[in-house]
């Protein structure tokens, strides 16, 4: 009966479009199963899927867009091996061609120069995935012109473009990690990567399309969405229809990227673009796919992710009298279009002339309007999105709605003015008097003056308890035995439930696991407890990364706002040294504006001020912005760090070394891995660091310990690690805790559990523990002296994170308020240096 099994398919099928569109009508949520029934539709069923998505374009906007560009092939070797392609080919060919590996920075140049004389306004910069792990001759082309990396040289190109000609780039790279993303981001004002499906299918089947490149894995190319959404990158994604999936993984695909805009809200515009078979190629004899099966796919698109994403169909794949259906299909965006160069991925299909797209568009009842690379809801949300230098070029080119102004032309401009910090922060800005003030007068204003936008759309975000958790916690009793006798089984995974039990200790248990620490630590460090006398300078306060959880952060108008002179940095640091101060901890916020060598010039200026000063500066975060920046890897950045007086890092930044956590909190800040690459490598180049956690917001015990574990396993790699500190969750002004995101900080259940397991499960790796009294106050720094801690930290003399974050506890300390501290505890206190050592004397200078 296979026919009536046919016939059952059809009917449900036809069931399910029926069902589909009437809720697609009401814009209604449609499930995979219902959004592959609107792909399927066809004749009247098409013409009312298309009424509907056209609707919701209409609804938004009358103007279609277009980018006037040239396309700039920087080179076409790839290391991908995709059935479908003539743009990739191999090193003997361009040999035979007589072009190089590579297409040379000034016939790029040239390339994008005849465009802005045309009057185009971006440069598409398109290359194949990383074709130096592939083919020699790419490797040694790089080499031989001194780039590391293809990434390297496309940022060259993306330069010379801007500063020559002041056409946009739009950078087409292939797949990036995320440092690779923050490298280009400075220089590219938008990026593109095409999803083009999510099947796994089609990736690991031996004989389909995408069987064999690397690059492909659907997988990857939705970490590197989810990434770019997390650095602020306007990207521009799409599918591929026709490949040989099927109308599930369409769907599935589909949904994939409403789930990555509606997170990240990160992606400008999506392209469904038409499979068009190629001679020469693996699919040469695959049909393109039909006209009914495309509109469909165009229609479903503009349904599925609403109106306010830029849906685009590439013109020239489809023939001159299909052009009207697409934008009855619900498509606002024509995409690039070139009258200099052609499209080099389908050279078989000519542009459509501007004045056809015209026409073909007005007949719609519709407005055809040149955009730029970067669309204009991303230019109108400032500096979050568009990196400060990107601004001048796009700011020349843009009229009042961000679209491309008329009767204009690119010019080259310099892309990062040569300057160093002493030009960059002359006699310093804003309230330069925080640090002391805050004790005082207070913060100005609760929070930063965009706050309802600065830190993403609240209502996508869940609040404490949304992110899994381990279950299943072992015996109290069994674990604290364990403890007793074998503090490392503790951190190994397979004695995680019983790490979890000692955390879930209530009551008499919790001093019973605090006991246990303790007694650990007198046998390993003594009763002695010690702290540094040292100054923090926080030498800017301005900061766009848009983390959730800090309070510290201003824009440069915010009434709050700081930025320190050098003269202001040199006089801090002689009061330090002139009082008996061995530490200047210095850090700062990602100023959009600040260069790359800042941070150079910063350690030259404390070290030229207290030549004998240890400088313990830079978190990982800083020291990521300050490679890129610079364009350099982040072991020559700590190097050139280090030579400029730099001696050691801290490990702040780590929050909770795990992704999904790390998502909520800090939107765009470092992973879990880059945080480790720059830890570990501050450590290989001889720079210690102090590794932290913090917790007490939208964490879990589990979290706690498998973050322990890692520091634990970095340790036991480099052995690095000076101390680890436990920090606190300052809630009162942080954005996430007033937008109902996190709970309300740690309970001292919780901070002594948490010291005491860091003593626990850090035995044998991290001798010292440290407790943060400007968090804590004195009497709950000395309860967790009794509870396995053996360090108070720092003096600090000045204090402005935890306090604009609402910390009560003031933000200065003199030594003998921590000997007050310690005999809270009944325990003696002593001075040390930062790596642990003694003082042999704590004299203030001035008095010597």
């Given at each position: 009966?296979?026919?009536?099994?046919?016939?059952?398919?059809?009917?449900?099928?036809?069931?399910?479009?029926?069902?589909?569109?009437?809720?697609?009508?009401?814009?209604?949520?449609?499930?995979?199963?219902?959004?592959?029934?609107?792909?399927?539709?066809?004749?009247?069923?098409?013409?009312?899927?298309?009424?509907?998505?056209?609707?919701?374009?209409?609804?938004?906007?009358?103007?279609?867009?277009?980018?006037?560009?040239?396309?700039?092939?920087?080179?076409?070797?790839?290391?991908?091996?995709?059935?479908?392609?003539?743009?990739?080919?191999?090193?003997?060919?361009?040999?035979?061609?007589?072009?190089?590996?590579?297409?040379?920075?000034?016939?790029?140049?040239?390339?994008?120069?005849?465009?802005?004389?045309?009057?185009?306004?971006?440069?598409?910069?398109?290359?194949?995935?990383?074709?130096?792990?592939?083919?020699?001759?790419?490797?040694?082309?790089?080499?031989?012109?001194?780039?590391?990396?293809?990434?390297?040289?496309?940022?060259?190109?993306?330069?010379?473009?801007?500063?020559?000609?002041?056409?946009?780039?739009?950078?087409?790279?292939?797949?990036?990690?995320?440092?690779?993303?923050?490298?280009?981001?400075?220089?590219?004002?938008?990026?593109?990567?095409?999803?083009?499906?999510?099947?796994?299918?089609?990736?690991?089947?031996?004989?389909?399309?995408?069987?064999?490149?690397?690059?492909?894995?659907?997988?990857?190319?939705?970490?590197?969405?989810?990434?770019?959404?997390?650095?602020?990158?306007?990207?521009?994604?799409?599918?591929?229809?026709?490949?040989?999936?099927?109308?599930?993984?369409?769907?599935?695909?589909?949904?994939?990227?409403?789930?990555?805009?509606?997170?990240?809200?990160?992606?400008?515009?999506?392209?469904?673009?038409?499979?068009?078979?190629?001679?020469?190629?693996?699919?040469?004899?695959?049909?393109?796919?039909?006209?009914?099966?495309?509109?469909?796919?165009?229609?479903?698109?503009?349904?599925?992710?609403?109106?306010?994403?830029?849906?685009?169909?590439?013109?020239?794949?489809?023939?001159?009298?299909?052009?009207?259906?697409?934008?009855?299909?619900?498509?606002?965006?024509w995409g690039g279009v070139s009258p200099v160069t052609a499209d080099h991925v389908n050279p078989e299909r000519p542009w459509p002339s501007i004045q056809a797209l015209r026409e073909v568009t007005q007949d719609a009842g519709l407005r055809l309007a040149a955009r730029l690379t970067i669309h204009p809801d991303f230019i109108v949300r400032g500096d979050a999105w568009l990196d400060p230098r990107l601004r001048p070029f796009v700011a020349a080119l843009a009229d009042e709605k961000g679209l491309l102004a008329a009767d204009v032309r690119p010019v080259g401009r310099p892309w990062q003015e040569s300057v160093d910090y002493d030009g960059f922060a002359a006699g310093g800005a804003g309230r330069t008097d925080l640090a002391i003030t805050i004790d005082i007068r207070g913060r100005d204003t609760q929070h930063r003056s965009d706050f309802d936008t600065a830190f993403g759309a609240?209502?996508?975000?869940?609040?404490?308890?949304?992110?899994?958790?381990?279950?299943?916690?072992?015996?109290?009793?069994?674990?604290?035995?364990?403890?007793?006798?074998?503090?490392?089984?503790?951190?190994?995974?397979?004695?995680?439930?019983?790490?979890?039990?000692?955390?879930?200790?209530?009551?008499?248990?919790?001093?019973?696991?605090?006991?246990?620490?303790?007694?650990?630590?007198?046998?390993?460090?003594?009763?002695?407890?010690?702290?540094?006398?040292?100054?923090?300078?926080?030498?800017?306060?301005?900061?766009?990364?848009?983390?959730?959880?800090?309070?510290?952060?201003?824009?440069?108008?915010?009434?709050?706002?700081?930025?320190?002179?050098?003269?202001?940095?040199?006089?801090?640091?002689?009061?330090?040294?002139?009082?008996?101060?061995?530490?200047?901890?210095?850090?700062?916020?990602?100023?959009?504006?600040?260069?790359?060598?800042?941070?150079?010039?910063?350690?030259?200026?404390?070290?030229?001020?207290?030549?004998?000063?240890?400088?313990?500066?830079?978190?990982?975060?800083?020291?990521?912005?300050?490679?890129?920046?610079?364009?350099?890897?982040?072991?020559?950045?700590?190097?050139?760090?280090?030579?400029?007086?730099?001696?050691?890092?801290?490990?702040?930044?780590?929050?909770?070394?795990?992704?999904?956590?790390?998502?909520?909190?800090?939107?765009?800040?470092?992973?879990?891995?880059?945080?480790?690459?720059?830890?570990?490598?501050?450590?290989?180049?001889?720079?210690?660091?102090?590794?932290?956690?913090?917790?007490?917001?939208?964490?879990?015990?589990?979290?706690?310990?498998?973050?322990?574990?890692?520091?634990?396993?970095?340790?036991?790699?480099?052995?690095?690690?000076?101390?680890?500190?436990?920090?606190?969750?300052?809630?009162?002004?942080?954005?996430?805790?007033?937008?109902?995101?996190?709970?309300?900080?740690?309970?001292?259940?919780?901070?002594?559990?948490?010291?005491?397991?860091?003593?626990?499960?850090?035995?044998?790796?991290?001798?010292?523990?440290?407790?943060?009294?400007?968090?804590?106050?004195?009497?709950?720094?000395?309860?967790?002296?009794?509870?396995?801690?053996?360090?108070?930290?720092?003096?600090?003399?000045?204090?402005?994170?935890?306090?604009?974050?609402?910390?009560?506890?003031?933000?200065?300390?003199?030594?003998?308020?921590?000997?007050?501290?310690?005999?809270?505890?009944?325990?003696?206190?002593?001075?040390?240096?930062?790596?642990?050592?003694?003082?042999?004397?704590?004299?203030?200078?001035?008095?010597?």
């Open positions: 009966m296979p026919f009536a099994g046919e016939f059952t398919r059809a009917y449900a099928l036809q069931v399910t479009l029926r069902r589909a569109l009437a809720r697609a009508e009401r814009a209604a949520t449609l499930d995979a199963g219902e959004v592959a029934g609107l792909l399927a539709a066809r004749g009247d069923d098409l013409r009312a899927l298309c009424e509907i998505a056209s609707g919701l374009r209409d609804r938004v906007s009358d103007t279609v867009t277009y980018s006037p560009k040239v396309f700039v092939p920087v080179t076409h070797l790839c290391r991908d091996r995709c059935h479908y392609c003539t743009f990739a080919t191999d090193p003997a060919t361009l040999r035979r061609q007589g072009k190089s590996p590579f297409l040379e920075i000034d016939d790029a140049v040239e390339i994008a120069r005849r465009g802005a004389d045309a009057g185009c306004a971006e440069a598409l910069l398109t290359l194949g995935d990383t074709p130096e792990d592939r083919w020699p001759a790419a490797r040694a082309w790089l080499d031989a012109r001194g780039f590391d990396s293809t990434v390297d040289y496309v940022r060259a190109v993306a330069i010379a473009i801007l500063e020559r000609t002041g056409l946009l780039p739009h950078a087409n790279p292939g797949v990036l990690s995320w440092e690779q993303l923050t490298r280009l981001r400075p220089v590219s004002p938008s990026m593109g990567l095409m999803l083009e499906t999510t099947s796994q299918r089609l990736y690991t089947t031996p004989g389909e399309v995408h069987y064999g490149s690397p690059d492909k894995d659907p997988v990857v190319r939705l970490r590197m969405l989810r990434d770019a959404g997390r650095l602020a990158i306007p990207l521009t994604t799409g599918l591929l229809i026709g490949i040989g999936e099927t109308l599930a993984e369409r769907a599935e695909s589909l949904l994939a990227l409403r789930s990555v805009e509606r997170e990240f809200h990160g992606i400008q515009e999506v392209i469904i673009q038409n499979f068009r078979a190629k001679p020469g190629t693996a699919m040469a004899r695959v049909p393109d796919c039909g006209p009914e099966e495309y509109l469909a796919a165009v229609a479903t698109a503009r349904v599925v992710l609403g109106s306010s994403v830029h849906l685009q169909a590439p013109p020239n794949l489809s023939d001159p009298e299909a052009l009207a259906g697409l934008l009855g299909a619900g498509i606002d965006d609240w209502d996508q975000i869940q609040g404490p308890g949304s992110i899994p958790a381990a279950s299943g916690v072992g015996d109290f009793e069994v674990a604290l035995d364990l403890a007793r006798h074998d503090t490392g089984a503790l951190s190994q995974p397979a004695n995680e439930s019983l790490a979890l039990a000692l955390f879930a200790a209530t009551g008499d248990q919790v001093d019973a696991v605090a006991e246990v620490a303790d007694d650990l630590r007198r046998r390993r460090v003594g009763d002695e407890v010690t702290f540094v006398v040292n100054r923090n300078i926080n030498f800017t306060n301005v900061c766009y990364t848009g983390c959730r959880f800090c309070a510290f952060a201003q824009r440069e108008t915010d009434a709050d706002a700081f930025t320190l002179s050098p003269q202001e940095i040199t006089e801090r640091v002689l009061q330090a040294w002139e009082t008996g101060a061995t530490e200047i901890c210095m850090q700062g916020g990602i100023h959009p504006r600040l260069p790359g060598t800042a941070y150079f010039d910063l350690a030259q200026t404390v070290k030229a001020a207290a030549p004998g000063i240890h400088l313990h500066a830079f978190s990982p975060m800083e020291v990521v912005n300050g490679a890129a920046r610079c364009n350099v890897s982040i072991r020559d950045f700590l190097v050139t760090a280090q030579q400029s007086g730099l001696d050691s890092i801290p490990g702040t930044a780590a929050e909770i070394l795990d992704d999904d956590v790390r998502w909520v909190l800090t939107k765009g800040k470092l992973p879990a891995d880059a945080w480790i690459e720059v830890i570990s490598t501050a450590h290989q180049v001889g720079l210690p660091s102090s590794s932290t956690m913090m917790y007490g917001h939208v964490d879990t015990p589990a979290h706690w310990i498998r973050h322990l574990r890692t520091l634990r396993e970095i340790q036991q790699r480099t052995g690095g690690f000076t101390e680890f500190v436990g920090l606190p969750f300052v809630h009162q002004n942080a954005p996430l805790y007033l937008a109902g995101k996190a709970r309300p900080g740690s309970t001292l259940r919780e901070d002594i559990l948490v010291t005491a397991m860091a003593r626990l499960m850090l035995d044998g790796a991290i001798a010292n523990i440290q407790v943060s009294w400007v968090k804590l106050g004195p009497a709950g720094a000395a309860r967790l002296l009794q509870a396995g801690a053996n360090d108070l930290g720092g003096t600090l003399m000045e204090e402005t994170i935890s306090r604009m974050a609402g910390s009560a506890h003031g933000s200065s300390v003199s030594a003998e308020q921590l000997h007050e501290m310690a005999a809270l505890a009944g325990r003696p206190a002593a001075q040390r240096t930062t790596t642990y050592q003694p003082v042999v004397s704590a004299e203030p200078r001035s008095a010597r």
